[in-house]
């Protein structure tokens, strides 16, 4: 029973537009929110969080948002560029020591 | 320097065999982590463990056993290995001992004919 959800499982964009990435979770208990950025061969890699008592984190191009009623978080990335293409997962944790990921979005930038 | 290394990145085998994964951090972290990507993608939580002491276990066959012999390592060994199994295998380390942010080996991929 996945409790985070990617429903895209791929978004293609052209260089300098913005992308969205979407995720939505099930348990009311989450409170950390996460989104890691994976290449091919590689593991993945952290890249921005937010806290539930948040709804809004930026960091340079990467910003996250979190809408909690909707229990649904967004990430934008903008501008995109060609090395923003990768995969990248949502994840959440109850502060329970757990993350729970959700089965990514691969995103291509197109030049 | 790889904060996170594994070894091996890549392992063949047959069903049946035992197979270990080794995992070394270089961080200074007190916690670490197997995580299990499976064929749809979905990273799940398998063990963690906390300055050598088990914290997590998830609903894992007793076939798979974790060994921590310091908070720098922590081992995947595997009996009886099935097909199933096959999957590409990740280990991470953690400053805090609840979750956040996680840094990840580049994994180990199983595949057991």
């Known amino acids: 029973d996945q409790q985070v959800k990617q429903n895209s499982p791929s978004l293609s964009v052209q260089e300098g537009r913005i992308s969205i990435l979407n995720c939505d979770y099930t348990?009311?208990?989450?409170?950390?929110f996460l989104w890691y950025k994976k290449y091919p061969a590689e593991g993945p890699t952290f890249l921005i969080s937010?806290?539930?008592?948040?709804d809004k984190n930026e960091d340079g191009r990467f910003t996250v948002f979190l809408n909690k009623s909707a229990k649904h978080l967004s990430l934008h990335i903008v501008p995109s560029q060609p090395g923003d293409s990768a995969v990248y997962f949502c994840?959440?944790?109850?502060?329970?020591?757990?993350?729970?990921f959700g089965a990514g979005t691969t995103v291509t930038v197109r030049a | 320097d790889t904060a996170v290394s594994q070894t091996p990145k890549y392992l063949v085998t047959q069903m049946g065999n035992d197979k270990s994964i080794k995992c070394e951090q270089n961080?200074?972290?007190?916690?670490m982590y197997w995580y299990k990507q499976d064929s749809k993608k979905f990273l799940k939580i398998m063990f963690s463990?906390?300055?050598?002491?088990?914290?997590i276990n998830e609903t894992v066959p007793n076939r798979f056993s974790p060994k921590s012999p310091d908070k720098a390592h922590l081992n995947l060994h595997i009996n009886s290995l099935e097909l199933g199994d096959s999957a590409v295998y990740f280990c991470?380390?953690?400053?805090?001992?609840?979750?956040?942010?996680?840094?990840f080996g580049e994994g180990s991929r199983l595949t057991v004919l």
């Open positions: 991470a380390s953690s400053h805090q001992s609840s979750a956040g942010e996680l840094f």
């Open positions: 348990n009311s208990m989450f409170d950390y």
């Open positions: 937010i806290s539930s008592i948040k």
């Open positions: 994840a959440a944790s109850a502060n329970d020591y757990k993350l729970s």
């Open positions: 961080l200074g972290h007190d916690t």
């Open positions: 463990y906390n300055n050598k002491e088990l914290i």
